[in-house]
Each structure stands twice: as structure tokens, then as C-alpha cells.
């Protein structure tokens, strides 16, 4: 059971600090990990504070996970020593239910294992993520990695790329389509950059007036500042599709009446507290409020060859490990251009 280094939180008001965990030794399918970069998911933060109020301490945050490969199992087929990989959300799921059959692991009937804070499907202890040296999983939830790309930059595709691009391909985001994206971080720029090399023309809809440059140079056609009440009629009956990407509460009846007849918002971003929805919001129009959760291991793989050939990364700060709390303050002032990525070597 190999020691390794890792920073952790311990409560849910208590900063992140450094800790020491137990990997397991690789079994016969497993792939060992070498973390060169993890990326900073909000999720990480709603997590480490207990935001969804099902977090067990102690909590070793980050799923956005490349690096080499270190070691395999005698009955791994798909990676060697040396291979560059990638590891994001999920790291098990049942792989008999419906869902899982159907490449849908994220939604697996009989529980999918987060990357961290979640229970082994064996029953052997918590998974921990990827603010750490190193990581251990099946190779059936490894991402193969070009050596050609970006690694850091490339690291944020493993959550932030994924959980955008799956609901743009399930609603078949293309030419002739009017997309919002809202709210501008780290999944939001992922968003942009995928609505517009599908061919949609894209809209940033965004609360921070400095953030308009940004959007343009990512490729939107358009900005709307939301809280501007003139902006924001402008574009009322407008979209087809709105990806809601935002951390906090919002208004959601606001964007549902920016929606044309039979017009859906997605909900991607997961707020703390509920907010109200007013069935007027949806008869009106006959509008679908709906959400989505990651994307399944085959289509991370899709999206991942999707950005090799189109040269999509992440625009990315790099931190060190010990940054970590300072960033987690500059998430929460939407502060970040438009994802941290950790450098591992500085644990
Ligand atoms: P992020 O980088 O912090 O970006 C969130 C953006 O939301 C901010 O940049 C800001 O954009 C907007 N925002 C923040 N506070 C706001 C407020 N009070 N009012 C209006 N807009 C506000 O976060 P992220 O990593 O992209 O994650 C976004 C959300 O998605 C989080 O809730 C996260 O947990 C969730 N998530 C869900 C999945 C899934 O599978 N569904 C996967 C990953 C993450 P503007 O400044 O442009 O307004
Ligand atoms: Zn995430
Ligand atoms: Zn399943």
C-alpha cells in the first residue's frame, strides 16, 4: 500500500493541507498513475466545503487528472509504462445496468465511484483524487492522452471539456442554431469554444462586464451582460439552447425566457441552494429545463480526439499546491482566466 503525498481537507472550514494516503498496490486491471497536472473544478470547492452536504472527511479534492503512466496490471491491455493518460470523474460504475451499457456510466443505475469522495464498489475505503502524486483505477476508466497536445492545458478536458461537450452533442448543437452559454469560468469557456466549432452561432451570457474581450477572443459572436436589464431583453425569445454553467444561485426563469418556442436550457452548473422555477417559465413557449452530468467514458474519449484534431485546450493559470486555498477565494470572486491547473511537481 504505497504512501503518497496529497493535499487534503480535513473539515468543511478548515483550509486544504498537506496529508499522506494509502494507494492500493495495482491489481491484475489497474493502471498506476505518475499526476503531472490536476486540474481546479468548482465542484472541487463545493466539495472540500461541504456545499452539497454530503462530503466525508477527510476529502482529497480534483478529477481533472493527467499524467504517465507508472505501472500496470498483469492483465492490462490497453496502456503501457510510459503512456501518457488521463483519469477525470468516474473511476467505477456497475458496467450491467442499462446505462452503463450504453456507454452511460455517469448515470449508472447501481452507483458510479467518483474520483473522490466516494465508497469502492468492493467496500475497501473512500476514493481520493487527484491533488496527489499519484492514482490507481481500472483501466476501463483511463483516458488515452496524445503525447502531442498541451498536457496541462489539457488536463481541465477531463471535466470541464466533457461535461460541456456532452450536452451540446445530446442536443445536437450545430449550424443554424442560436446557443447561449452562461456564465463565464472555467466550464464556460470549455462551452464556447465547443458551441463554435460545431457551428453554432454563440452567445457569452455573463454577469462580469470585463469579461467581454475574453468571450470574443474565444470565439463568441455575441455578449449579453445580464445584469444590464437592456442587454438582457434583447435576447429575450431568442436561444435554442442554453448551457447553464453557473456556480450560484440565479434566476432561472430570467434564461427560460430567453428561450424560443420549444427552446431547452441545460443545467450543468450545480448551485448550493434550490432556486424556485415557475411552470409559466415553461408552458410559455413549451420550453425544457433540463441537466446533465459529465459525459460517459467512451464519449470522454470522443471529446478528447475531438480537441487533438481541432487543437481545443483549456486557457488555464497554473498554480502550486500550496495555492490552492488562495484559488479556491479567487473561484468564488469568479476570478480565474479560465481554469487553475496545479502542477503537480510543486507537492
Ligand atoms: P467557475 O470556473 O467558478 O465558473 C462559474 C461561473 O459562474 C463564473 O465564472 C461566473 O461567470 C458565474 N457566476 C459565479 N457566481 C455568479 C453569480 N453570483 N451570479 C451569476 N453568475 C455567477 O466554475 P466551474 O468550474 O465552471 O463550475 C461551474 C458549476 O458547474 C459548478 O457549480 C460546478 O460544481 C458545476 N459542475 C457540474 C458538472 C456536471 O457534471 N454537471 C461538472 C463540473 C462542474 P460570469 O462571471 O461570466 O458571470
Ligand atoms: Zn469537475
Ligand atoms: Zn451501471
Given at each position: 500500500?504505497?504512501?503518497?503525498?496529497?493535499?487534503?481537507?480535513?473539515?468543511?472550514?478548515?483550509?486544504?493541507?498537506?496529508?499522506?494516503?494509502?494507494?492500493?498496490?495495482?491489481?491484475?486491471?489497474?493502471?498506476?498513475?505518475?499526476?503531472?497536472?490536476?486540474?481546479?473544478?468548482?465542484?472541487?470547492?463545493?466539495?472540500?466545503?461541504?456545499?452539497?452536504?454530503?462530503?466525508?472527511?477527510?476529502?482529497?479534492?480534483?478529477?481533472?487528472?493527467?499524467?504517465?503512466?507508472?505501472?500496470?496490471?498483469?492483465?492490462?491491455?490497453?496502456?503501457?509504462?510510459?503512456?501518457?493518460?488521463?483519469?477525470?470523474?468516474?473511476?467505477?460504475?456497475?458496467?450491467?445496468?442499462?446505462?452503463?451499457?450504453?456507454?452511460?456510466?455517469?448515470?449508472?443505475?447501481?452507483?458510479?465511484?467518483?474520483?473522490?469522495?466516494?465508497?469502492?464498489?468492493?467496500?475497501?475505503?473512500?476514493?481520493?483524487?487527484?491533488?496527489?502524486?499519484?492514482?490507481?483505477?481500472?483501466?476501463?476508466?483511463?483516458?488515452?492522452?496524445?503525447?502531442?497536445?498541451?498536457?496541462?492545458?489539457?488536463?481541465?478536458?477531463?471535466?470541464?471539456?466533457?461535461?460541456?461537450?456532452?450536452?451540446?452533442?445530446?442536443?445536437?448543437?450545430?449550424?443554424?442554431?442560436?446557443?447561449?452559454?452562461?456564465?463565464?469560468?472555467?466550464?464556460?469557456?470549455?462551452?464556447?469554444?465547443?458551441?463554435?466549432?460545431?457551428?453554432?452561432?454563440?452567445?457569452?451570457?455573463?454577469?462580469?462586464?470585463?469579461?467581454?474581450?475574453?468571450?470574443?477572443?474565444?470565439?463568441?459572436?455575441?455578449?449579453?451582460?445580464?445584469?444590464?436589464?437592456?442587454?438582457?431583453?434583447?435576447?429575450?425569445?431568442?436561444?435554442?439552447?442554453?448551457?447553464?454553467?453557473?456556480?450560484?444561485?440565479?434566476?432561472y426563469n430570467m434564461y427560460l425566457g430567453m428561450l424560443r418556442t420549444n427552446g431547452v436550457m441545460c443545467c450543468v452548473g450545480v448551485p448550493p441552494e434550490p432556486t424556485p422555477v415557475h411552470s409559466m417559465s415553461l408552458v410559455f413557449g413549451?420550453?425544457?429545463?433540463?441537466?446533465?452530468?459529465?459525459?460517459?467514458?467512451?464519449?470522454?474519449?470522443?471529446?478528447?480526439?475531438?480537441?487533438?484534431?481541432?487543437?481545443?485546450?483549456?486557457?488555464?493559470?497554473?498554480?502550486?499546491?500550496?495555492?490552492?486555498?488562495?484559488?479556491?477565494?479567487?473561484?468564488?470572486?469568479?476570478?480565474?482566466?479560465?481554469?487553475?491547473?496545479?502542477?503537480?511537481?510543486?507537492?
Amino acid at each position: 500500500m504505497p504512501a503518497t503525498k496529497s493535499y487534503a481537507a480535513h473539515s468543511a472550514t478548515t483550509p486544504l493541507e498537506p496529508w499522506v494516503l494509502e494507494r492500493r498496490d495495482p491489481k491484475p486491471t489497474d493502471v498506476q498513475i505518475e499526476i503531472q497536472y490536476c486540474g481546479v473544478c468548482h465542484s472541487d470547492l463545493h466539495f472540500a466545503r461541504n456545499e452539497w452536504g454530503m462530503t466525508v472527511y477527510p476529502i482529497v479534492p480534483g478529477h481533472e487528472i493527467v499524467g504517465r503512466v507508472t505501472a500496470v496490471g498483469s492483465a492490462v491491455t490497453k496502456y503501457k509504462v510510459g503512456d501518457t493518460a488521463g483519469i477525470g470523474c468516474l473511476v467505477d460504475s456497475c458496467r450491467e445496468c442499462d446505462n452503463c451499457k450504453h456507454g452511460e456510466e455517469q448515470y449508472c443505475t447501481n452507483g458510479f465511484v467518483f474520483s473522490y469522495g466516494s465508497m469502492e464498489r468492493d467496500g475497501s475505503g473512500m476514493t481520493y483524487g487527484g491533488y496527489s502524486k499519484s492514482i490507481v483505477c481500472h483501466e476501463d476508466f483511463v483516458l488515452k492522452i496524445s503525447d502531442n497536445v498541451d498536457l496541462a492545458a489539457t488536463a481541465p478536458l477531463l471535466c470541464a471539456g466533457i461535461t460541456t461537450y456532452s450536452p451540446l452533442r445530446h442536443w445536437k448543437v450545430g449550424p443554424g442554431m442560436k446557443v447561449g452559454i452562461l456564465g463565464l469560468g472555467g466550464l464556460g469557456h470549455m462551452g464556447v469554444k465547443f458551441a463554435v466549432s460545431m457551428g453554432a452561432e454563440v452567445t457569452m451570457l455573463s454577469h462580469s462586464p470585463s469579461k467581454q474581450a475574453d468571450a470574443e477572443r474565444l470565439g463568441a459572436h455575441k455578449f449579453v451582460l445580464t445584469s444590464d436589464e437592456a442587454q438582457a431583453k434583447s435576447v429575450m425569445g431568442y436561444f435554442d439552447f442554453i448551457l447553464d454553467t453557473v456556480s450560484a444561485p440565479h434566476d432561472y426563469n430570467m434564461y427560460l425566457g430567453m428561450l424560443r418556442t420549444n427552446g431547452v436550457m441545460c443545467c450543468v452548473g450545480v448551485p448550493p441552494e434550490p432556486t424556485p422555477v415557475h411552470s409559466m417559465s415553461l408552458v410559455f413557449g413549451r420550453h425544457t429545463l433540463a441537466g446533465s452530468l459529465i459525459g460517459g467514458i467512451a464519449q470522454t474519449q470522443e471529446m478528447l480526439d475531438y480537441c487533438a484534431e481541432h487543437n481545443i485546450v483549456s486557457d488555464i493559470e497554473m498554480i502550486r499546491m500550496d495555492e490552492i486555498n488562495d484559488a479556491y477565494e479567487r473561484l468564488l470572486k469568479g476570478d480565474v482566466r479560465y481554469r487553475f491547473v496545479i502542477d503537480m511537481a510543486s507537492l
